[in-house]
Each structure stands twice: as structure tokens, then as C-alpha cells.
């Protein structure tokens, strides 16, 4: 057995018993104070740290048992006292570090006993036979006993270290809803990540190829009609070949509009870059503001860039504004972008103004839209998202 697993076997019972005493503390004072003002706050503390306490046993795990636990989910972010406290009065985690710490002293006495007494009694059952000679039948009683016992312990003590890792694993690590959910949020990470890639090659696809084709085409017809009106009668021909080359120039402008539309060029040297191209092109006056320490992932960039296409889209037809802002900044770990314009207000989100879609679209990220348009204005449209996804 590691020497770990002794150091774990031996500091086990003073351990579970201080977190034995922490658990019962909290839940006496937080019951007892329950009817009170004070004792849903003593409770949500005491189950805050609960948590960390959780915390601070995986990671005497990991240290001594090698046993590597994944770190649970944090506690939501929550502004607010009353908020806070209703969250922490139900996290998951808390209450799962809680039954950690009251499952841990039987197991830590068994693991007491498996790992020293059990050794120390077999060792001193056979001293004691070599030193006293009893009987004959007392000496080999002892002596198979002792033998017994040393020879049970480790696979006694390698059992119970394994049961320590299981409760840990369980009840310490993430749960199977939070392990899921990582899961597919990985699996979404990924879905965007490739989506975004083929889109990618796509444009490229489109630029490079198609685009350049319709371009040679242009110069053929061009040269074309340059070649006709050179002769002495175009006639119908003539008519037709300009007629050739006006559709084709108005294939490529739709084309690059297509191509933009999809991967815009502008976000290639990122959101802060490509906001004031885009204001810039506005049916109204906007007042662009940027503060971004870090660079969004381009996911979240590709989905701030179309919802303020989107919404300066509807303030320039819909909402009547002479003038409108744009926000955007990096606020901690979030992407927070404000659209606010001087227009008649009274927007509502599924009222077919495409709110909806842009909260579907902030949804997909875990993002969030919030609205503030009341009527006769103005309207605000701020979007939240986080910068890495």
C-alpha cells in the first residue's frame, strides 16, 4: 500500500471528525435559526462552505490517494443578497460535500482499524506467543491469527482505500446532470467550431472560384462588346452580349453580398474592427463605442457582429430614430453590447420585429437579450455574452 494511503488511514478520523462537527454545527444553527431572520443566511453560509471544505478533501485525495476528481460546477453568479443566499441554499454540490463529510467517519475508522490495529495486532499476537509460550494450542492459535491478520490487512486496507475513492469520486466530482452537461456543451463547442470552419471554406470556395469564374466572364463579354462596337452593326447581338455582361456584374454583387453576408471580411481582424464598418453603413447616425481587453472567441464574435446587424437593421426601418449607439465591451468574462436609439419605441420581442431570433441565436451560446422599450422610446437592446464559449 502507498505511503499516502497510511498518512490518509491515519489523519481520517480527526479529519471526518472536525467535518462531522462542521456538518452538524450548520445544521443545528441553521434549523434552530430557520424561523428567524438570520437563519436561512447562517445556513446558505454554512453550506458556501460546506462546499469548500468539499473542495479541500478532494484534493487531500488527489494528493494522497493519486485519485484525480474533477471539480464540480461553480455556484452561479448572482447578484443580490436574497439571490445569493436562495443559491446557495440550493446547490447541488453543497449538499452532496455535506453527505460527504457525514459518510466519511465510518469509513475512516473501518480504514483506521484495516490499516494500523489490524497489522499491529498480528504482529503482536506472534511476538506475544514467542515471548510468553502459553500452551501449545493458545501458541498456534495465536500464531495463525497473527499470520492471518497481517496477511488480510493490506487487501482489507486496499479495499477501503477504493471505497474512500468511490465516495469520493460520487459525491465530491461532478454529477451525472453536471457531467452531461459538459458533455454536450463540449459537444457544441465543437458543432460550432466546425460549422464555422465550413462556412469558412465555403466563402473561400465561393471567392476564389465561383467568383472569379463569374469575373473572367465579365471580362470575356466586356471584351466582347468592345469587339462588336468596333464593326460596323452590332444589331441584336450587340444588345444582347451588353445585356450578358450588365447580368453578370449584377451575379457578382449579389455574390459578394452572399460571401459577406456568410463570413464577413471584417471580422477577420476581429469584433472591435468590424463594428465600425458596420455602424458605418447604418441607415441612421450612430455613435460607436468600444472597450474590449480581450478578443471574443469567433463564435461569439460571428454572433455579436449579425444580432447589431440585426437590430441597427430595425432602427433604421422600424423605429423612426434619427440617431442610435452602440456599446461594446468586455466586462470580466462576458461580452456586453447595448443598441440604444431615440426612435417611437414600444418594441416587443416576438412582436415580428426578429427580437426572438436574435434571443434564440444569444440562447445558443449562453447568452441572454435584454429589452427596455417603452412607449414613445427610446429603446435599448442590450446582449450578453460570454467571451469564451
Not at 514467542?130 to 486496499?158: D, F, H, I, N, S
Not at 468592345?226 to 455582361?245: C, I, S
Not at 457578382?252 to 476581429?270: F, K, N, Q, T, Y
Amino acid at each position: 500500500m502507498r505511503p499516502g494511503a497510511i498518512v490518509f488511514a491515519l489523519t481520517g478520523v480527526p479529519l471526518s471528525l472536525l467535518g462531522m462537527a462542521y456538518v452538524l454545527a450548520v445544521l443545528y444553527v441553521g434549523g434552530l435559526l430557520s424561523l428567524t431572520v438570520i437563519g436561512l443566511p447562517v445556513l446558505a453560509t454554512g453550506l458556501s462552505g460546506a462546499r469548500h471544505l468539499g473542495g479541500a478533501h478532494a484534493r487531500l485525495m488527489r494528493a494522497l490517494l493519486g485519485e484525480d476528481i474533477d471539480p464540480p460546477a461553480p455556484p452561479a453568479a448572482t447578484p443580490g443578497a436574497w439571490a445569493w443566499i436562495r443559491s446557495r441554499l440550493s446547490d447541488v454540490t453543497a449538499w452532496r460535500s455535506v453527505l460527504y463529510l457525514t459518510l466519511r467517519l465510518p469509513l475512516d475508522l473501518v480504514a483506521l482499524v484495516v490499516t494500523i490495529a489490524l497489522p499491529a495486532f498480528g504482529v503482536w499476537s506472534i511476538v506475544w506467543t514467542a515471548m510468553a509460550g502459553p500452551e501449545l494450542w493458545l501458541a498456534v492459535t495465536a500464531v495463525l491469527g497473527g499470520l492471518l491478520a497481517v496477511a488480510v490487512a493490506p487487501w482489507a486496507a486496499r479495499t477501503v482505500m477504493r471505497a474512500h475513492r468511490s465516495l469520493g469520486r460520487k459525491l465530491l466530482g461532478p454529477s451525472t446532470s453536471q457531467l452531461r452537461v459538459r458533455t454536450l456543451e463540449r459537444a457544441r463547442t465543437l458543432a460550432f467550431a466546425e460549422g464555422a470552419r465550413d462556412l469558412r471554406q465555403v466563402e473561400r470556395d465561393l471567392h476564389d472560384g465561383t467568383q472569379a469564374q463569374l469575373v473572367a466572364i465579365a471580362m470575356t463579354l466586356s471584351l466582347a462588346t468592345d469587339t462588336l462596337e468596333g464593326e460596323a452593326a452590332t444589331g441584336r447581338t450587340g444588345a444582347l452580349v451588353a445585356r450578358a455582361r450588365k447580368q453578370t456584374d449584377a451575379a457578382i454583387a449579389e455574390l459578394r453580398r452572399l460571401v459577406d453576408g456568410m463570413s464577413p471580411a471584417a471580422l477577420d481582424r476581429g469584433l472591435a474592427d468590424a463594428l465600425p464598418h458596420l455602424t458605418g453603413q447604418a441607415g441612421v447616425s450612430v455613435a460607436l463605442t468600444v472597450e474590449m481587453s480581450q478578443r471574443p472567441d469567433p463564435v461569439i464574435e460571428r454572433v455579436a457582429y449579425f444580432c447589431v446587424a440585426e437590430l441597427l437593421t430595425n432602427v433604421s426601418k422600424h423605429s423612426g430614430a434619427t440617431k442610435a449607439s452602440v456599446d461594446a465591451r468586455v466586462v470580466g468574462k462576458s461580452l456586453r453590447v447595448q443598441v440604444r436609439d431615440d426612435g417611437v419605441g414600444g418594441a416587443r420581442i416576438g412582436a415580428g420585429s426578429g427580437l426572438a431570433g436574435l434571443r434564440e441565436r444569444l440562447t445558443a451560446v449562453d447568452g441572454a437579450l435584454g429589452l427596455d422599450s417603452p412607449p414613445g422610446g427610446p429603446t435599448t437592446v442590450v446582449l450578453r455574452m460570454p467571451v469564451r464559449i
